[in-house]
């Protein structure tokens, strides 16, 4: 099946500790993305690539990092520098730019205590 | 920054009746795309819209781009139960990189069976 995934679907974790957010395509597209959701606040873009080994920050960077070392891998790192990370985060992909359809990960739900 | 303005946030329906949100953008857009998500689940993909005064069906939903192409509307007649979720619009700058989507905060329907 081609797609996108995310693992795990919830995170638990402690305040002061970096996380990593897993997300693979295998959809062979070029573009990535990183959205967090809160209630009420749709989408947000953290950050986004557009080919491998480049990636931009979006509106609300502060406090995350990426790597973009291999086309269908787009990990997101929640470090302990961002304030509220407890969200809903997506990963999406698409062919290209802002033309193209977005397909999303079913998500991780972070919990951060 | 260029906004994209969705209204209403949330709408409550009877089954059967009608529902329609909008979009409006401060800024002209070169496409507008509208997502559906699910409760608990994914935005997912619904359609574009790239030329001035575009309308798209899709059975019972109607899809509108304005002349402007500043403003797009959803329009779902007959509502059932598995409409249930929030829509949201995305739109890119005319003017813009066309790298990412500005994604209005979406709009919540609810059906009463």
């Known amino acids: 099946d081609g797609g996108i995934t995310q693992s795990p679907k919830y995170l638990f974790r402690k305040e002061g500790q970096n996380v990593t957010l897993s997300c693979e395509q295998n959809?062979?597209?070029?573009?990535m993305y990183w959205y967090r959701q809160d209630p009420g606040q749709g989408l947000r873009l953290i950050y986004y690539?557009?080919?491998?080994?480049?990636?931009q920050k979006g509106d609300i960077a502060e406090g995350y990092s990426v790597s973009r070392e291999k086309k269908e891998s787009f990990p997101l790192t929640v470090t302990s520098a961002q304030k509220n990370p407890t969200a809903f985060y997506l990963c999406?992909?698409?062919?290209?730019?802002?033309?193209?359809?977005?397909?999303f990960g079913p998500g991780t739900r972070l919990t951060v205590t | 920054g260029q906004q994209v303005m969705q209204i209403p946030q949330y709408q409550h329906v009877q089954e059967g009746e009608d529902f329609t949100t909008y979009c409006n953008s401060s800024?002209?857009?070169?496409?507008i795309q509208w997502y559906k998500q699910r409760p608990g689940g994914h935005p997912v993909f619904l359609i574009q819209?790239?030329?001035s005064g575009e309308v798209k069906k899709q059975k019972r939903l109607t899809f509108q781009f304005g002349e402007a192409k500043k403003n797009s509307s959803l329009h779902i007649t007959a509502t059932q139960t598995t409409d249930v979720g929030t829509y949201f619009c995305?739109?890119?700058?005319?003017?813009?990189?066309?790298?990412?989507?500005?994604w209005g905060l979406g709009t919540s329907l609810a059906v009463n069976p």
């Open positions: 999406a992909s698409s062919y290209g730019g802002s033309s193209y359809e977005q397909y």
């Open positions: 959809l062979n597209h070029d573009a």
């Open positions: 690539s557009q080919i491998v080994n480049d990636f």
């Open positions: 800024t002209t857009l070169s496409n």
């Open positions: 819209l790239v030329k």
């Open positions: 995305a739109g890119s700058e005319a003017a813009g990189n066309n790298r990412k989507l500005i």
